[in-house]
């Protein structure tokens, strides 16, 4: 196996989907020859020219409502939105079409299409290139919503993802880019949508995130056996919608105390969706109030001011300290 980084993974993974199945095509601005602007598809344009590697205008609200018909007529369009806050203009196709065709057409049409979206901050990026747009689109039935953590996990749930008979984000976490590499499968392989994987096992305190904030959750988790002796359970939840409840569950019946760790700002948030299933299915286990670690309810900041606003493992060992000690 070669050892990829995330964004070697996604490109890898496109260029194993688009050779396996004729369909599958990727869209984008600047996708095409430019090899796009993380660099995720290049050497696509080359391989398999400009029919599959379609550069679009500026003009999101056109090309994903493109996207959506190609998807209806039974290609398998993969979309890159080029920073989180460039979804938004194309709002209205994808809440009010895009997730609803299949109920609206009552099983007749499906949207078999991905959009690939570089989420999140931590790369001290301008306004509207940070976003955390999980909290616009996790209550919206119809949508699939997947965010990994890792270079493995980002093939594997790609792949499954561009399978998937129904519209998924892809939410990348552009700091995890290039941070590290992992050991990635050659050829095809697909990793389960709507299974959380256990990242870190432990036995005092559950602690509930994706993305980036995995390896925020294992560094505080180190911090708390080092200066503890506190074992944190570390679930990757890999998929929000569909969610992996079971193994949720089971890991707060274990622990009895659980974090959960954000970066979206913290009214309205999906980490407050995971305390309410908490509360639903394992109040009776729970032998502190769960603790969330999130973003403020502030826009992104600029620059220097980006790092007060992240997560990171200082705040996360101390909601841990808080629910150790209640």
Do not use: C
Request: a negative charge; aromatic letters at 8%.
């Amino acid at each position: 196996m070669a050892k990829l980084t995330l964004i070697q993974a996604i490109n890898d993974g496109l260029k194993v989907a688009m050779r396996r199945d004729p369909n599958v095509l990727i869209m984008g601005e600047d996708v095409g020859i430019n090899g796009g602007v993380f660099r995720a598809t290049e050497g696509i344009h080359a391989e398999f020219g400009a029919d599959r590697a379609i550069d679009v205008p500026l003009a999101e609200s056109g090309f994903v409502g493109a996207a959506m018909g190609m998807a209806i007529y039974g290609l398998k369009p993969v979309v890159e939105i080029q920073f989180d806050g460039f979804l938004a203009p194309a709002h209205e196709h994808l809440v009010n079409q895009i997730a609803r065709i299949r109920n609206r057409s009552r099983g007749r049409w499906h949207v078999p299409m991905v959009l690939r979206i570089p989420s999140w901050g931590g790369i001290k990026a301008l306004e509207h290139h940070s976003e955390s747009i999980e909290n616009w689109y996790v209550n919206n039935p119809g949508l699939k919503i997947v965010a990994p953590s890792n270079p493995y996990d980002a093939k594997g749930l790609l792949l499954a993802a561009i399978e998937d008979p129904d519209p998924v984000l892809f939410m990348e976490p552009k700091r995890l880019y290039r941070s590290f590499r992992a050991e990635v499968p050659e050829g095809y392989y697909t990793v389960e949508l709507g299974k959380a994987a256990i990242a870190r096992e432990g036995t005092d305190v559950t602690i509930l995130t994706y993305g980036v904030h995995v390896h925020t959750a294992l560094e505080a988790a180190e911090k708390a056996a080092a200066e503890h002796g506190w074992q944190a359970e570390v679930v990757d939840l890999r998929s929000l919608n569909p969610l992996d409840l079971d193994t949720i569950i089971a890991s707060v019946k274990k622990t009895r105390r659980a974090v959960v760790v954000s970066e979206a700002p913290r009214t309205g948030g999906f980490h407050s969706e995971l305390v309410a299933l908490i509360n639903d299915h394992a109040l009776e286990y729970l032998e502190a109030p769960v603790a969330r670690v999130t973003g403020f309810d502030v826009p992104m900041p600029y620059l220097l001011s980006e790092d007060f606003f992240l997560p990171d493992a200082g705040r996360v060992l101390e909601a841990i300290e808080s629910v150790k000690t209640y």
